[in-house]
């Protein structure tokens, strides 16, 4: 099993920044590929960023790309999500997710991670 636990979510106004992050327990930490999922109130989750096991490769969704950053310590086993020029789209409750077994393809998929946290609120206050 695994334990994920966000932490850093919170009100900000339009084209701030903030910064989520993600503790792991349960399971050899560099082993998982994590990634951060969204999802607004009548939307579908979705994926905005994901990050193999060694930082090496990262996922973006192109409604993110250049704004947000996925980065992980294996040290601290943790993964956070940097999110700056924040819009009001991306007022959100913001989920981290973990599996040993997803790949590059597939890292964008919900459905192949087991783990999940109990997710973080993401307001845009404006």
């Known amino acids: 099993q695994v334990q994920l636990v966000e932490s850093g979510g919170g009100l900000v106004q339009a084209g701030g920044s903030l910064r989520v992050s993600c503790a792991a327990s349960?399971?050899?930490?560099?082993?998982?590929?994590m990634g951060w999922f969204r999802q607004a109130p009548g939307n579908e989750r979705e994926c905005v960023a994901a990050?193999?096991?060694?930082?090496?490769?990262?996922y973006y969704a192109d409604s993110v790309k250049g704004r947000f950053t996925v980065s992980r310590d294996n040290a601290k086993n943790t993964v956070y999500l940097q999110m700056n020029s924040l819009y009001p789209e991306d007022t959100a409750v913001y989920y981290c997710?973990?599996?040993?077994?997803?790949?590059?393809?597939?890292?964008?998929?919900?459905?192949?991670?087991?783990?999940w946290g109990q997710g973080t609120q993401v307001t845009d206050s404006s």
């Open positions: 997710a973990a599996d040993p077994s997803v790949t590059k393809v597939t890292m964008q998929a919900s459905r192949k991670y087991d783990y």
């Open positions: 349960g399971r050899t930490f560099s082993s998982l590929v």
């Open positions: 990050i193999s096991t060694s930082g090496g490769f990262t």
